[in-house]
């Protein structure tokens, strides 16, 4: 028997990425590679990257010198670059960087094996190309390994809606959907190996429209509901949305569907209709409150949570005064925010831009906001019973972590007959990132 090529791979940016590498990794097992847990030693390494701010290119660049140096210890050592940087930069890369072997974009994954057996051989080799065919129909078969509870399933990629700031249009192509019946046959594969909850992801998740088996247009709501019908899948979220793509059926689920989870990303970026506007948003901060309304009225507790960008080009006091009152209008479970970071090739990059200190100063004021609300919001679980299912061992003896409906991370006394399992817990108190529970009396986990 061959002794296992050992792959290393690191993962920056989106869960789009964690879900590419987790397909690239088993790709690859088609070629004799067994992942493992540092570069050291490697026969292969990649780094899926991200492109979506500045520095994120220059972080690669920097982490590729780190890595050449392995090369010396084992001249075998292939480095390859994967993700948005892959096909944001291309040929670039193997300019810059000599030690680098293979560089491959998002949709060109499933050339993967023959393209590891070309630098195998001693090539260099790039494929940045958006191919016809569906990247996921042509990755290696799954190995029925068992899974942890909670799992990632891309249903869609892309995004045709070009944001004046983002680059994702141009990293990963036009919006396409899998067929239903592929997502179908994927998750219930994923449930036979152990998951319990799937998350389905795609840059504009709710734009998805797949073929059905029927032959019909299939949204993300009817592929929700038919997934909910699996046995076994005890949950389901999705993520990312845009709100110009909250479609009714998609808000009503909310309300009907008891495994479609409470909790819901819904991006809105700023809350001044001038900036929206500047950002090609195509919505209005009121056309977005009065979603968050609706999508409230379908399911009452939902937690809502949001990305924001402040010192976008053009952005005044007025503007982020507007962002902070939206934030106060919709209360935010939790949030990510970032500073408009100029990213080339895109519209907002030609514009004039605003002085660092302004962004950090906005920075600083919004997420002083957005922590306190979430805080509240981890506060008023206090009392309530949720579901949690539970995904590992916790750091205290006899402990159990897992993630609530409402996606909170919990530890609880639990046994580790537990693993796997949903137990409806009563949260007793609250810390900085996760919540404290116990199990509620005379719950058996269950076969
Ligand atoms: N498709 C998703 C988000 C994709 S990128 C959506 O439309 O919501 C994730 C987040 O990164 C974005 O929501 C935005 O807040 C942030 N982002 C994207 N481009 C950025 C840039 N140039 N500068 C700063 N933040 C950016
Ligand atoms: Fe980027 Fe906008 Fe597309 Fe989201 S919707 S991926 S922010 S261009
Ligand atoms: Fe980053 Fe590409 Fe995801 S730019 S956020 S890894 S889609």
Known sequence: MTTPKKLFIKTYGCQMNVYDSERMAEALGGSGYVTTDTP??????????????EKAAEKVYSEL?????????????????TGCVAQAEGAEILRRQPAVDLVVGPQSYHRLPDLEARVRAGERALDTDFPEEDKFDKLAARPKARRGPAAF??????????????????????????????????????VARGVAEITLLGQNVNAYHGAGPDGADWGLARLIRQMARIEGLKRIRYTT???????????????????LMP??????QSGSDRVLKAMNRQHTAQDYLRLIDRIRAARPDILISGDFIVGFPGESDEDFEATLDLVRAVGYGQCYSFKYSTRPGTPAAERDQLPEDVK??????????????????????????VGVLFEKPGRMP??????????????VQAGPEWLGRVAQVQITGTERNSLAGQLVAGQDAPA
């Open 65 to 81: 010198g780190r890595l050449k140096g392995l090369k010396l210890d084992n001249p075998a050592l292939r480095i390859g670059v």
């Open 153 to 190: 399933l891309t249903v869609q990629e892309g995004c045709d809606k070009f944001c004046a700031f983002c680059v994702v249009p141009y990293t990963r192509g036009a919006e396409v959907s899998r067929p239903a019946a592929r997502v179908l046959d994927e998750a219930r594969d994923l």
């Open 40 to 53: 050291e030693g490697a026969d292969m390494i990649l780094l899926n990257t991200c492109h979506i701010r």
């Open 360 to 385: 950090s100063d906005r920075l600083a004021r919004l997420q002083a906001l957005l922590s306190a609300q979430q805080t509240a919001t981890q506060e008023a679980m206090v009392g309530r019973t």
């Open 263 to 268: 909790y819901l990303h819904l991006p809105v």
């Open 398 to 411: 006899g402990q159990m972590v897992g993630k609530s409906d409402h996606l909170h991370a919990v530890h």
């Open 241 to 259: 949305s845009h709100p110009n793509d909250m479609e009714d059926d998609l808000i009503a689920a909310h309300g009907d569907c008891p495994e």
